[in-house]
């Protein structure tokens, strides 16, 4: 098993005609995700690599079928892109985009819910289930299948995470980066919860990062729980208060988001936080060894 996409995922790509859009359509073809359409208004009839190209999610909806959707849509226009995809009651939608306005996050994190759709990000990476299927962005020689989910919020260090577990031999189940926006669809508790109904997880790396409060409140799940073991990593632990570091959400505002607080809501709950992404691998290494999984 996995969590959320694996080999039943039919896949719709939101832009499939535009740069990004069908340069990732590609790779995630060669992973082996079944992209069954594409939309792009105006583009109706063409294909991108045999993937039919539709004007409307509706259309590719009552001819495809799809169960998941990839935005690539720009910043000015992925909020409605969003909220077609949910409209048209695709379960799950993972939006790539970048710079989305906060106010429209806003909006689209609420129709999702009342549409009862997952929403990954916006300002994501994707996810994977390894050895079954990709949607994103994410580079397809990382990954190697096994039983450690990671989630993040950062694309980069997931990335260098993940390379860190299969350089190691340690395989995972499934890689989420959740998106380094203030506003997202799918937080870490939220993930946190599906890994622990997953049986094919048996320990969870998380990545987090100044700013917001995303990992305190992972932190106070953790500890109100009996689940899967998680080892956690924080970047950011020099920035400096007020300063954003990369992400629109990493950012020290008030006091709140530091990285000392969030490491010390991990340590109270038993949760080991790493100074560097090989004392990450090694934790797990450690644990998996040691059958930790229940």
Do not use: W
Not at 18 to 44: D, F, I, Q, W
Not at 49 to 62: F, H, W
Not at 152 to 168: A, I, Q, V
Request: proline residues 5%; contains cysteine.
């Amino acid at each position: 098993m996995s969590i959320l996409i694996d080999e039943n995922t039919r896949l719709l790509v939101q832009a499939i005609t535009g740069r990004e859009g069908s340069l990732h359509t590609s790779r995630m073809r060669a992973y082996g995700t079944n992209v069954v359409a594409g939309v792009t208004p105006g583009k109706a009839g063409q294909d991108v690599e045999g993937v039919p190209v539709y004007n409307t999610i509706r259309d590719a909806v009552r001819e495809a079928k799809p169960n998941a959707s990839v935005i690539f849509v720009p910043g000015p226009g992925a909020a409605d892109a969003v909220m077609e995809a949910a409209a048209n009651e695709i379960p799950l939608i993972v939006c790539i985009t970048e710079h989305m306005p906060v106010h429209d996050a806003a909006k689209v994190y609420r129709y999702v819910q009342e549409q009862n759709c997952r929403l990954i990000g916006p300002n994501c990476p994707g996810l994977v289930s390894a050895g079954k299927a990709k949607i994103g962005i994410m580079p397809n020689q990382l990954f190697k299948q096994g039983n450690t989910g990671v989630v993040s919020r950062s694309g980069t260090l997931t990335y260098e995470m993940t390379d860190e577990l299969t350089s190691r031999g340690i395989g995972q189940s499934t890689v989420i980066g959740i998106g380094g926006d203030p506003i997202i669809g799918t937080t870490f508790t939220d993930t946190l919860k599906l890994f622990d109904e997953d049986p094919e997880t048996h320990v969870v790396v998380l990545i987090g990062e100044i700013g917001g409060t995303d990992e305190e409140e992972a932190a106070e799940y953790i500890g109100s729980r009996s689940g899967k073991p998680v080892v956690a990593f924080i970047s950011g632990r020099t920035a400096p208060a007020g300063k954003r570091m990369g992400h629109a959400g990493a950012i020290i505002t008030g006091g709140v988001g530091g990285p000392d607080h969030k490491v010390q809501a991990f340590n109270e709950v038993g949760v080991p936080v790493a100074d560097t992404l090989g004392e990450v691998a090694e934790r797990v290494q450690e644990m998996l060894a040691a059958g930790v999984s229940r």
